[in-house]
């Protein structure tokens, strides 16, 4: 069974630093296309980084050049390192994964209808 574990959420000052990890199982990780989405409280899912099985990545402006993802295919982790973060970057956040990836634009990368495996998020909370 495809299954998603997320872990290194918590509180910053802003200005800071934090670096969330995801435990994948189930599935052939490397095969896989994988992302990060957010969600604030009363506001809709959103996209945060995307990393293609390929390699690629993709961000959402509002991270760029301060979140980076990336993964690891011999421990089958998925990981975004988030500098500079802003009081803004509060949510809870999510990892996902698309099992048996076809080649994705950025647009449709970035879209919470894409993937269809989903972890139970971890709250990151930014405090100016």
Request: proline share 4%.
């Amino acid at each position: 069974q495809e299954h998603l574990v997320e872990s290194g959420g918590g509180s910053v000052q802003a200005g800071g630093s934090l670096s969330l990890s995801c435990a994948a199982s189930g599935y052939t990780f490397s095969d896989a296309c994988m992302a990060w989405f957010r969600q604030a409280p009363g506001k809709e899912r959103e996209g945060v980084a995307r990393i293609a099985n390929y390699g690629a990545t993709d961000y959402a402006e509002s991270v760029v050049g301060r979140f980076t993802i990336s993964t690891d295919n011999a421990k089958n982790t998925l990981s975004l390192q988030m500098n500079s973060l802003k009081p803004e970057d509060t949510a809870m956040y999510y990892c996902a994964a698309l099992p048996r990836c076809p080649p994705l634009t950025a647009g449709q990368a970035l879209r919470v209808g894409v993937y269809n495996v989903w972890g139970q998020g971890t709250q990151v909370t930014v405090s100016s």
